[in-house]
């Protein structure tokens, strides 16, 4: 522009101008009309050719759609419902068989255009064969254009009449806006016909009112257009997509008068309903009816029809009608399935009257010197858990391993632990210091004990192979000078104290340089975030190339992933439990009980007195939730003349072991512990284990109780637990615990404890209480409410017959982040 203004003002700098122009065009001769470059003029026809394109896609797509409309309708109109004496059709009826689609096309837009509209339509979409026009109560609706202002406010007759009130309307079509019923319905049969017809539709109407809605019924509703002469019409739905609601705002579309029209803006539906199909509602679509560029269809409206929708068979689900009976056939066959795994498991659980398998370990290939020292010891037969194991183990196969507490796991890593270091030794290289050809690693000391015992047992007729622990709570020096007097080719250890080993270079590294097999016995609880890194320091240091066995009860399906960790990639899963089946021992009896916290010591004093007025032989575990609640427990059951023991990680190795040795060989006798005592530990012949407030986890619980009804034996178990505490009984729903029958606690022994408790020493209360914090803080941190909180700690503190407050109870408070909620004063 600006180049030709100064060629028309100066003509004497035309050609100079020109050039000027030509240079910035390119250079190069004007060779294309228009003025246009070769790049112009090839830019000019690729958009061309991607306009025709695409308008010939879209034709394609109409005719497509409605060609699956009509053959629908031709499809349904033969199936209808009978009719009523006022639905009675017409002696001359329209033509409502299949039409072609250009007919279909044609006559909705004859029905819907207002006058002034026609150049919308053109010839090529083929004739009008819709409703006939001169039908009464119609005229309105064909010749005219629709008023939707006017419309709505009919509305009354729509509620007074046989309408839409009346009609079934389905819940899903209804748009959220006030009185929206009615609209929707007009609305909905726009959608019906599709957007493409709606967007034709909306210039010819006369967009006066809000329209509320429209909605594309599709896939489940085909409606009923009945006029008030008692026309009726099927509009069926295709298997669609979009459900729309037009924003009343925005609305005021107005046309005639000369004025341009605007358009309504639609947005996402809101339906509220399983069947709303708005989701697919294309945004691109939203910009074209906002702009009013893309006129492109037809629509249809209600007038003064009613409506009535009959809910049909998806249409796509008859089509699916096959894909569904298989997959009902599929269901069938997994239901059928799982109740047959579900009656195994059951027999499997009731029939568990051993744990012995047929197998003897004289038939399988382990040292004659072991079976002999194993016959000696009384084992002959296999337990189920060795028979599955032992094959694959023997043959050098990585395995994580899964059994029922109590069923033999330590023979079954042992076995194989014990012939691996047969057959290293046999191979004749004479060592100064052996290699420790076996770790063995477990989460306690007294696990490890206990493992190192059996091993001996074993060993019995194994000159020259030795096992050793190391674990915590021992002098560093003294271990050292142990391991190297006494060579050992088994290790025990606890993780702890072998990295301490490792770390302070006491030479143990080297010899685990020639390390051929690593076990870890409750290896969940192992590799799980307390022990992960020190078993990653750990397993950092032994030789790649060895063979890696994992036994526990428990496997959470995290631990399976995380056990990759030293695992071989082609290890041999072996779980004996079994798909589905339980985790704990059907002859272990299972129940739990809610009460208020501060009964807590009184419930267990009477479920311990009438246990033992039951059991003569009796022997129970009492699980506290803290070393120092075990403590506090287990003062006051002295106090009160229980025979009791304590267990915890408070107090010195040597008193854990003599306890430890205490407990396992006598009877009628009471062990209070913390959880060091949960996993792995062989005490014979427990008759009842209580657990008094929640523990870690699932596996932990599972663990506890396994501490009873070992190698087959029946034993009962029972979970305490406070009303706050309660959650946690959705962790456990699959096993089978019951209900505690009610309790009644005699009001004399309330009275006998709190002497006792005034007796005791304050520091152990007051020790007992911050323990009690930090554990219910724990619970609180998975979103307990600390107004709660501090209102029970109160009370424990109460029922533990503290009188004053304890002097570190403020620090604690900040810590707990209870100030700020109650101050920090709990007890004044
Ligand atoms: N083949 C066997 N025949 C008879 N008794 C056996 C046999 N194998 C193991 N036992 C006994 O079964 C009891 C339980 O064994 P063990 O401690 O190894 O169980 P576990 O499965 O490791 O239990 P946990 O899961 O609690 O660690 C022990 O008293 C053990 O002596």
Redesign the pocket.
Known sequence: MRFSAIFLHNPSKNLHNRLIFLRRMGGGARTFPGGLNKWQWKRMHEKKAREKEKYLLDQEKQIYQARVRSDIRAKLVSSESPISESEKPDPNPPNYGPLTPQQHIKSLADRFMKAGAEDLWNERDGPSLGFPENKPGRSQFIGEPVDLQKLIAEKSNFNGGNNIENSQFPRNVISSAAKPRHFSTCSNLMGDFGNGYLRRMSTGFNLAGSVSSMSNLNRYYSVEATSKTGDKRSIFSRNGRNSMAVNSSDTKAKSGGGKKAEWPRFRRGNMGSSDDDSDDYDDDDEEEFESGKKITGSSAALGKYDTKIKKRVPLKFLEDEEDLSQQVEAIRKEVIQRKTVQEDCKVKDEEEESI?STKRFDEVDVSPLTVRALTEA??????M??EATLTSCLEGKDALVK?????????AFLLPAIETVVKASSLGKVHRVPPIYILILCPTRELAS?ISA?ANVLLKHHDGIGVQTLTGGTRFKVDQRRLESEPCQILVATPGRLLDHIENKSGISARLMGLQMLIL??ADHLLDLGFRKDMEKIVDCLPRKRQTLL???TLPKEVRRISQLVLKREHAYIDTVGLGCLDTHAKVKQFYLIAPHDQHFQIVYHLLKRHLSEELEYKVIVFCATTMMTSLMYSLFHEMKLNVREIHSKKSPLYRTKIYEEFKESKRLILITSDVSA????Y?DVTLVIQVGIPSDRGQYI?RL?RTG??GKEGEGCLLLAQFEEYFLDEIKDLPIEKFPSLNLDPDVKVKMEKSMEKMDTSVKEAAYHSWLGYYNSINAIGRDKTTLVELANQFSASIGLQKPPALFRKTAIKMGLKGIHGISIRK
């Open positions: 012995l009384g084992y002959v037969q296999m337990t858990v060795q059994a029922r507490a109590g069923t033999g796991k330590s023979i206990q059996e016995d409750e036994f526990s009860a996993r792995g530990l062989n014979p663990h396994g070992r190698q």
